[in-house]
């Protein structure tokens, strides 16, 4: 018997070894360790870690002022001066292609949306000229250089197709009916925040990096856009990082939510719905051990207060653990409160005036 449960044990383990061997590596592309940030006294990132990996897609969440897009911005290489890390390592793989759309995008006003638009075929553009530089030598090869020049111009077919295809005009037609983006012509600096961030969320998925980062990308988004963009998220290849306080958005977008809360990062390999599960259980224990700590601050409290007439070695180590526990005071987590309006009288009579209206197809 034991013997026969030595074998059992033994094909058990080469079965596990080799469906770790069929299953695909995944590769970190992006990794964080142990990052810090403040602003004067307040600190919003306490030495936090975490890593990205292809394929990812990740929601950043926290309280309003918890320090998401400044995190953002760091991870982005956007940050300010007064945005720069005060300690810790950002590591990017080589060469990756990093998109990143701010809640207010910077975007050059004199320039048009077409000619924004391709900004984001930069990385096509090289291949394409790379390409015909290419598809210019070939007749002039022979032998082993000719082989090795095929080989390469199938790799960059391949690149092509990746990257967008062959027909680029089409897919900034396809994207800009899809957003909802300003007509090609329009200036820039003519542009509403809400038509600029079309815009931007256009040239970046243009782009089609390998890290492509949203700070609340519906902001300004209508339904249909709105599902059009979570259709198209979840469709593309590369890595997403994103913060959004849209929760439905989140739920059908996001496979890791990390949570930023007082400084300290907490994640979660699962949804929005077992996220919010285990932030309820994590507040709860805070909590308990929050009252745990009052009541002993309390009992100590009306110990030291009665004067203990001797004060000897475990009379001081008894003071200097409440004096621990005093100090340890948990940080409370400041939770918005809604505002409420009353409803008051409505003023006049006139509930639609239209004027000069208009409209062609």
């Known amino acids: 018997d034991g013997v026969a449960r030595c074998h059992r044990s033994a094909a058990r383990l080469a079965a596990f070894a080799s469906s770790v061997a069929r299953a695909p590596l995944v590769t970190a592309i992006l990794t964080v360790q142990k990052l810090e ?108 250089q000719l082989t090795a020049a095929l080989t390469a111009q199938e790799a960059l077919h391949e690149r092509v197709a990746v990257s967008g295809g062959w027909d680029q005009e089409h897919e900034i037609r396809g994207l800009s009916a899809a957003l909802g983006v300003p007509p090609p012509e329009a200036r820039i600096g003519t542009l509403s925040i809400g038509e600029r961030r079309r815009v931007a969320i256009a040239r970046a998925l243009l782009a089609r990096p390998e890290l492509l980062i949203l700070d609340e990308p519906t902001n300004h988004l209508d339904v249909l856009t709105i599902a059009w963009l979570e259709a198209r998220l979840v469709a593309d290849a590369g890595a997403l990082l994103l913060v959004t306080h849209d929760r439905y958005f989140l739920e059908r977008i996001a496979t890791r939510i990390i949570e930023l809360d007082r400084g300290r990062l907490f994640a979660h390999d699962a949804g929005y719905a077992r996220f919010l599960e285990k932030q309820a259980e994590r507040l709860g224990e805070e909590s308990g051990r929050e009252r745990e700590r009052a009541a002993f601050v309390r009992r100590e409290l009306e110990w030291i207060r009665r004067g203990p007439s001797a004060r000897g070695t475990k009379q001081q180590a008894r003071i200097d653990r409440f004096a621990a526990a005093v100090a340890a005071k948990a940080e409370q987590r400041e939770v918005p409160h809604p505002l409420r309006l009353p409803a008051g009288p409505r003023l006049g009579k006139t509930i639609l005036e239209l004027r000069g209206l208009a409209k062609r197809i």
């Open 37 to 144: 940030k403040s602003f004067g006294t307040r600190r919003v990132l306490e030495g936090i870690s975490f890593a990205v990996h292809e394929r990812d897609r990740i929601a950043l969440v926290g309280l309003n002022g918890s320090g998401k897009s400044t995190l953002l911005k760091i991870l982005a290489g956007e940050a300010g001066a007064e945005e720069q890390p005060d300690a810790g390592l950002v590591t990017v793989m080589r060469g990756l292609a990093v998109e990143y759309v701010a809640q207010e995008p910077r975007l050059l006003p004199h320039r048009t949306v077409q000619e924004t638009l391709k900004e984001g075929l930069r990385a096509h553009a090289r291949v394409m000229k790379e390409l015909e530089e290419l598809d210019a030598s070939i007749p002039r090869l022979s032998g082993p």
